[in-house]
T-cell receptor, first 109, second 113 residues
Framework: GQNIDQPTEMTATEGAIVQINCTYQTSGFNGLFWYQQHAGEAPTFLSYNVLDGLEEKGRFSSFLSRSKGYSYLLLKELQMKDSASYLCAVKDSNYQLIWGAGTKLIIKP | IAGITQAPTSQILAAGRRMTLRCTQDMRHNAMYWYRQDLGLGLRLIHYSNTAGTTGKGEVPDGYSVSRANTDDFPLTLASAVPSQTSVYFC????????????FGPGTRLTVL
């Protein structure tokens, strides 16, 4: 079966750095996406990785290792507005997104 | 403003009733999707459409049907609602290429009693 694993909840301090991990086992791989979802709102796109390595976009970076079935999202200089759920999703061989359950990130002052 | 709209925002429905959730996008995206999101679970694909006139089944299609008569609209129908269909429903669209992200509507919160 297909599976995406990520921690259920993480806590970090304002101004700090946090890394959210995602491991996956899917039938085929056509890219990995990270989305942010604030409570009661729709998911919004953060990043896309299809090749191994690090993609940097401002305070957010995403890393992919296809051989290990592993990705992480790195958030720097945390702000209170970063409190949200972070969803990892993999596009499988049918080009459909398989979603993890999400990691709820709590930022404390 | 370009984007995706969904209606209604929320709905309480008696079991056994028929209900259609509406979704409209104005970005001229080829592909559209319906997901449900339940606490502790990832988004699960119900149905999708790669282009107008075609539809496909996702991971959890039972009890739901869709149609795609044109590019912009992708309604989701519950023929006879059951309590297990209580969920938040998101419609999404994309250009359809593998590297393109999906854009999500604001969601419909449905409660079936």
């Amino acid at each position: 079966g297909q599976n995406i694993d990520q921690p259920t909840e993480m806590t970090a301090t304002e101004g700090a750095i946090v890394q959210i991990n995602c491991t996956y086992q899917t039938s085929g791989f056509n890219g990995l996406f990270w989305y942010q979802q604030h409570a009661g709102e729709a998911p919004t796109f953060l990043s896309y990785n299809v090749l191994d390595g690090l993609e940097e976009k401002g305070r957010f970076s995403s890393f992919l290792s296809r051989s290990k079935g592993y990705s992480y999202l790195l958030l720097k200089e945390l702000q209170m507005k970063d409190s949200a759920s972070y969803l990892c999703a993999v596009k499988d061989s049918n080009y459909q997104l398989i979603w993890g359950a999400g990691t709820k990130l709590i930022i404390k002052p | 403003i370009a984007g995706i709209t969904q209606a209604p925002t929320s709905q309480i429905l008696a079991a056994g009733r028929r209900m259609t959730l509406r979704c409209t996008q104005d970005m001229r995206h080829n592909a559209m999707y319906w997901y449900r999101q339940d606490l502790g679970l990832g988004l699960r694909l119900i149905h999708y459409s790669n282009t107008a006139g075609t539809t496909g089944k996702g991971e959890v299609p039972d009890g739901y049907s869709v149609s795609r008569a044109n590019t912009d609209d992708f309604p989701l129908t519950l023929a006879s609602a059951v309590p297990s269909q209580t969920s938040v429903y998101f419609c999404a669209s994309s250009d359809g290429d593998s590297y393109n992200e999906q854009f999500f509507g604001p969601g419909t919160r449905l409660t079936v009693l």
